[in-house]
Nanobody, 124 residues
Framework: QVRLVESGGGLVQTGGSLRLSCAAS????????MAWFRQAPGKEREFVAT????????YYAESVKGRFTVSRDNGKNTVYLQMNSLKPEDTAVYYC?????????????????WGQGTQVTVSS
């Protein structure tokens, strides 16, 4: 059974930082591209960042480029999202997603498995 569990969300002031983690089980983690998406109230789920299976390639949404960093530890079956210089518009539920045995992608329908999400709220 595939399980993705996000943690690290919370309330932070504008300009602050948070580090999200996503612990995976039940999948061949090192063979899975991983990604972060987010969804704000009343909006569609949007791509944030993705990382290749070996961690050598990353892609970011323009809105977070230079502020967010995605990384992974295949020994711990965990993917991370370091979020710096947070803005109120970053407020959303953040989800991690896994794409088994395939390369990175930026569309939500390209991912097979999802976590339950963690809330990030940035106050102004």
């Amino acid at each position: 059974q595939v399980r993705l569990v996000e943690s690290g969300g919370g309330l932070v002031q504008t300009g602050g930082s948070l580090r999200l983690s996503c612990a995976a089980s039940g999948i061949a983690f090192s063979s899975s591209a991983m990604a972060w998406f987010r969804q704000a109230p009343g909006k569609e789920r949007e791509f944030v960042a993705t990382i290749s299976r070996a961690g050598s390639t990353t892609y970011y949404a323009e809105s977070v480029k230079g502020r967010f960093t995605v990384s992974r530890d295949n020994g711990k079956n965990t993917v991370y999202l370091q979020m710096n210089s947070l803005k109120p518009e970053d407020t959303a539920v953040y989800y991690c997603a896994a794409r088994m045995l395939r390369s990175t992608a930026m569309g939500p329908y390209d991912y097979d498995n999802w976590g339950q999400g963690t809330q990030v709220t940035v106050s102004s």
